[in-house]
């Protein structure tokens, strides 16, 4: 169980770290090669007798969930051809913790009442790649982890998440996600870390999330705008990632970014002009591929000294209507912590 926990931490962490690739959303560990199995565990699934609570049926080309046993805490069903969860494979599940359902093709009709909604201790739910229109639920208040990536949702009432306090990780990318579609979907969530909206149809940041956010990720929409003051109302956000945007200068509120928590920001492949005002203790600011054509210092450093300058270490611009030569003669005093400046 240890080793599950860690594994889980260190997704976790890998998304937040530098320009980044999208991490592997399959990362649920095989069942440990053993010969036998529990007696009372379903014929097409394998319960390790080290590992007596966890139930393995992924990759079995199954075509329907097969009748779990009491005492399952862990089940495994991802990579498998099943279509609808029946009434009743749940009923013996009163303790199930973890439910994967990850690469199937279940649409949102096909769940059946009195099956996912009376997992009243689930902490887990990824139901990534398959089929579902809409959020199934309702959702056990105990869920910590929620992962909907790659379906096709195209509503998620607001009460949706209503009550689920303990929730600290959402990924709601590659879907069909409106503005008003996720309208008021956050504002019970009182300890959400990660938020991931990205590759959906916003035009706006999202409304009403939590103080408590670390990190947002709304890449790849059709946002042209921030809003005043969006950031202020997040204390604690750390990493915020807006590329492939419409964003462009009158879009971005003078200060808006200049926030201190701030240590990622990406606005690039948007259609910025000028580089926005930061804070100081921003980190890693990436504005690849805009239509930025003068480099202003002073939106990085307001003034250079031998106690301020930037923290920044990463600065991309390649892909912009500006050159090395551009930079302004203070520039080494403001970047004395810069490992990376690319221009092209």
């Known amino acids: 169980m240890f080793a599950l926990s860690f594994f889980l931490l260190a997704e976790l962490l890998c998304q937040s770290l530098g320009q980044y690739d999208y991490y592997d959303e399959h990362y649920v560990p095989s069942a440990p ?7 009372t565990c379903a014929q097409e699934c394998e319960c390790p007798h080290t590992f007596p609570t966890a139930m393995y049926c992924n990759e079995r080309n199954l075509k329907f969930i097969p009748i779990v046993p009491s005492g399952i805490k ?14 009743g494979v749940f009923d013996n599940a009163t303790d199930l913790r973890w439910l994967v359902l ?44 929620l992962k909907l990536i790659s379906n096709q949702l195209s509503s998620f009432p607001a009460s949706t998440l209503s009550g689920m306090e303990n929730l600290t990780t959402l990924h709601l990318s590659k879907n069909k996600l409106t503005t008003e579609s996720i309208t008021g ?23 009403g999330v939590p103080p408590s956010l670390l990190m947002l990720y709304a ?26 945007n419409k964003l462009v ?3 971005i509120p003078a200060g808006v970014f200049n926030v201190s928590s701030l240590l990622e920001l990406d606005l690039s492949f948007n259609k910025l002009k000028s580089i926005p005002e930061i804070n100081e203790s921003l980190e890693h600011l990436y ?27 990463t600065l991309r611009l390649d892909g912009n209507n500006i050159k090395h030569s551009s930079m302004p003669d203070d520039t080494a005093n403001c970047l004395r912590q810069a490992s990376e400046i690319i221009f092209d």
């Open 287 to 313: 504005l690849q591929v805009n239509e930025i054509n003068k480099f202003d210092l002073t939106n990085i450093c307001k003034f250079s000294s031998p106690v301020n300058y930037s923290q920044l270490r």
């Open 249 to 251: 200068d009158s879009g």
């Open 185 to 207: 979907a956050f504002k019970s969530l009182k300890s959400l870390v990660l938020l991931d909206v990205s590759e959906n149809k916003l035009k706006k940041l999202p409304s």
């Open 33 to 39: 090669l053993e010969v036998l199995s529990s007696p």
């Open 74 to 87: 862990y089940l495994y069903l991802q990579n498998n051809h099943i279509e609808e969860i029946k009434a």
């Open 102 to 145: 990850d690469n199937n093709n279940i649409a949102s009709d096909k769940i059946q009442a009195g099956t996912i909604d009376k997992l009243s201790k689930l902490e887990k739910l990824l139901f990534s790649y398959n089929k579902l229109t809409k959020p199934p639920g309702p959702l056990s208040k105990s869920l910590d982890e």
């Open 219 to 244: 890449d790849n929409n059709e946002i042209d705008s921030i809003p005043n003051g969006y950031l202020a109302k997040l204390p604690a956000l750390q990493y915020l990632r807006v590329s492939h």
